[in-house]
């Protein structure tokens, strides 16, 4: 390959880079930006179970299978204790949590208990549907509260609940759900993290090859060289990728700026291909 035809294509993958990092900034002002509008923010992190397999320990305190149907990743549970956030503060005030569930077994119904670590704010509710529903308690309390959310079928022990979509909000009534506006950051930030490493290792990959094009002859350690470069951006992307997947899913991002990002992407994944390909 020639070096003249390397940068071109190097050209236009770094002018897609740039397009997918403005997007990215976009989507996140786009979420933002949503996020005022569409009802209260979400006090639970970790409640977007897409693209992951297992409950994050950081917030819950077992980390249990994540299954995924047509509609939504969810946790099928029982009567148990495992299923609980394990901590949140809040002030003295009102407040309202909802899930959305159903039975898992289908014809087979359950009950569904929310309660904290004093079982004063508990609500249990016949969940009877086949179909998913959405679930909500109000509750007040007069003083600060740290503890437990604990969610469980407190009916037949046998009988397990598909949980989905939690989310805990200042207020009486219970709005769309949406992530934690600290876990939007996070996905964001990481979609970024993961396109810088993707620049830099196409930065070496591009800097090894000029400099093994210069006598013209590209010896069998360059070649091997080169190869391990190449995987070395192709697993950085696939990373990036992955990252992207977690905004572009996020309920907030609708719209142009959805659409936008996609569009960026798809190019930018083309053009390194096009790159790694010819090399």
């Known amino acids: 390959a020639e070096v003249t035809e390397t940068d071109r294509r190097y050209t236009a993958y ?34 977007d179970y897409s693209g992951i397999d297992r ?22 549970y029982g009567y148990n204790w495992d299923y609980q956030y394990k901590s949140v503060h809040l002030e003295p005030g009102t407040y309202t949590f909802s899930v959305t569930a159903k039975s898992h077994e289908q014809g087979k119904p359950g009950k569904l208990r929310v309660d904290t670590k004093f079982w004063e704010y508990g609500k249990t509710f016949g969940v009877t549907t086949d179909d998913w529903e959405r679930y909500s308690v109000t509750f007040a309390i007069t003083e600060p509260y740290d503890g437990y959310i604990r969610l469980m079928e ?4 046998k009988a397990l609940i598909r949980f989905a979509q939690l989310k805990l909000e200042r207020g009486s009534v219970a709005t769309d759900w949406t992530p934690a506006p600290e876990d ?62 977690k905004v572009y899913t996020n309920a907030l991002l609708t719209g142009t700026p959805k659409t936008a990002l996609l569009d960026c992407k798809t190019t930018l994944a083309g053009k390194v291909s096009d790159l790694t390909s010819y090399i």
């Open 55 to 76: 409950l994050d320990r950081r917030y819950w305190s077992q980390d249990l299978l994540i299954r995924h149907d047509d509609v939504y990743d969810y946790v099928a």
């Open 14 to 47: 770094k002018t897609a880079l740039k397009d997918f990092q403005r997007s990215l900034k976009a989507a996140e002002e786009a979420i933002r930006d949503a996020g005022k509008t569409t009802g209260g923010c979400n006090l639970l992190r970790g409640t």
């Open 184 to 245: 939007v950051r996070a996905e964001i930030e990481a979609a970024k993290e993961q396109a810088d490493k993707a620049q830099t290792s196409t930065d070496k990959l591009r800097g090894y090859v000029d400099g093994a094009y210069k006598d013209g002859i590209i010896t069998e350690v360059e070649s091997k060289a080169i190869k391990t470069y190449i995987q070395e951006v192709d697993a950085q992307w696939q990373s990036a990728l992955g990252a992207y997947e």
């Open 154 to 157: 407190s009916g037949d022990r």
